[in-house]
């Protein structure tokens, strides 16, 4: 991703940026950019920090936002506040902590408050009393923040991150969408989860890559959307290489779209089993080559797409916990083996979208990541509505990015359609036009 971002995105931004964005929206390294090397020096405080920051719901761009913690187990309700300064950064500018301080008689108040760098010459401890029983707490205040922000977060894990309630709507005999929330995890824009779940007997996953249409220019999903006029949906496919190749196997219709398969990424979505496919074969599913155990292989298949695993079979997270931040794209199965596209406008990390994921009420047994970033990109067709969300967010501890109503091209994406109807047959559509999400019929 950051290669692509380098090599695609940023050539570009001098431009886009002299349209689109003010100087809050491009934060760039230091303070103000929520640089890792300028959040705080002190390693374990800095973690304990970013973890929290993801527990207290984001209200908008910047400001303050709070949360009361409520006491398990006999201890005490924690008052949390954290400050933001630039809309952009994900790093909170400040923290409050109003706690009562443990062993002591009286309970005492205490007021821990802290700003960047954590642990350094701002942190401050008030509501003490120098000469009564809580003044060991001031012994060594970067180690009395730590440790009070660890026992906060092993407190709050239970409930994060997590998605919100789930309401199916049925657009099509074997096709259903939703609409849910991440209530935690989501850091910055709007924390919005769209979900397409789609009966393999009935609909058929095909990817497709530019290359394809070489006479034809490079287009985002409103163009594709145009090419496949009768997809019930199109999601954006796995990542790609600066030239624009696919990242790993891509194939369809038994012809290859790509070079050949990623050397490290054991996902794989396949449908349309081949004539060896072994008997029981399903008409679509997702094999995960480290887990597998089925007698059937994507050279099963006559449509592949390879990509990497973000949560497997085991109930496994296969993604590192980072502080890399992004709109996100992926694929999943539930155990009455049907597939879902699953995307979110928000802003978070791969391994908080696993762990929403798998303590969700989904039933998944299988997801694979897609492309994040601004390339995320899904369009869903429902009672003949074009529903559209699109990525707009990219932040690493070198640089946050935030650009609204920009979709890129994408040279590959995945189509769902109906097996009743002839596959590739396309017609004429009008692409939605949005920023960030189109008008959906989702309630």
Known sequence: MRVKIQAIIFPLLALVLSFLASPADLAADGEGGGALSAFSGNGPLREAIWRLAAFVPAGGKGGERSVVVEGVGGLPPVSISLTFGEPLDPWPSGLSLTFLAEDTSPPTLLTLADRRPFGGPNISLSGLDVDGPARKEAENLPRL?????????????????????????????????????????????????????????????????????????????????????????????????????????????????????????????????????????????????????????????????????????????????????ACRAAIGQDREGRILLIMTPAAVSLYDLAMALKSSSLGLVQVVGLDGGFETQLLLRQDGTPFLSTGQYSITDQRSVYIPGYHPTLPAILSVQSQAIAPDQGIALDPPDADASSPHPFH
Do not use: C
Request: proline share 9%; net charge positive; charged share 25%.
């Open 145 to 325: 923040l730590t440790d009070l922000l660890g026992r906060l977060n092993n407190r709050l894990l239970a409930v994060r991150p997590r998605l919100g309630p789930i309401t199916w709507r049925e657009s099509a005999p074997g096709f259903e969408a939703a609409r849910s929330r991440l209530l935690y995890g989501a850091r910055l824009g709007p924390n919005d989860l769209f979900l397409a779940r789609f009966d393999p007997a009935r609909f058929s996953f095909r990817p497709y890559h530019e290359k394809e249409y070489p006479d034809s220019p490079q287009v985002s999903i409103g163009g594709w959307a145009e090419r496949l006029g009768q997809a019930a949906a199109l999601i954006n496919a796995g990542q790609y290489y600066p030239d624009r190749a696919y990242m790993g196997v891509l194939k369809r219709d038994g012809q290859s779209l790509s070079a050949g398969p990623h050397p490290q990424w054991k996902g794989y979505l396949v449908s349309e089993p081949a004539e060896d496919a072994p008997p029981g074969a399903p008409a679509a599913a997702i094999i995960d080559q480290q887990t597998n155990r089925e007698p059937w292989e994507p050279r099963h298949y006559r449509n592949v797409m390879q990509s990497f695993m973000l949560l497997d079979q085991n109930g496994r997270i296969r993604v590192r916990d980072s502080h890399n931040l």
